[in-house]
Nanobody
Framework: QVRFVESGGDLVQPGGSLSLSCVAS????????LSWHRQAPGKERELVAR????????DYSGPVEGRFSISRDNDKNMLCLQMNDLKPEDTAVYYC????????WGRGTQVTVSS
């Protein structure tokens, strides 16, 4: 079973930037499209962004379009999410997984946007 370790979350002021990383436990992730999801307090987990196997096709949810950028490094089994112009409504725990998310969820990384 593939395991994920997300990192990079922090407390940041509105308008700030963060870069999240996700490392998978084995190279099988190179055979899957990948995705970032987030879950805010009291809300269901939602898809934020996804990327194709080769990295050439990306897709974003409406609220983050134009501000977030997903990328992957298959040699390192790593998935990244660059987040710019952060807003308080981006506050959530962020998770990575395949797309669709068929593997067990990791612990996520907390992103808090507040002044």
């Amino acid at each position: 079973q593939v395991r994920f370790v997300e990192s990079g979350g922090d407390l940041v002021q509105p308008g700030g930037s963060l870069s999240l990383s996700c490392v998978a436990s084995d190279s099988s992730l190179t055979r899957h499209s990948l995705s970032w999801h987030r879950q805010a307090p009291g809300k269901e987990r939602e898809l934020v962004a996804r990327i194709s196997i080769g990295g050439g096709i990306t897709d974003y949810s409406g609220p983050v379009e134009g501000r977030f950028s997903i990328s992957r490094d298959n040699d390192k089994n790593m998935l990244c999410l660059q987040m710019n112009d952060l807003k308080p409504e981006d506050t959530a725990v962020y998770y990575c997984n395949a797309d669709p998310p068929i593997f067990t969820w990791g612990r996520g990384t907390q992103v808090t946007v507040s002044s």
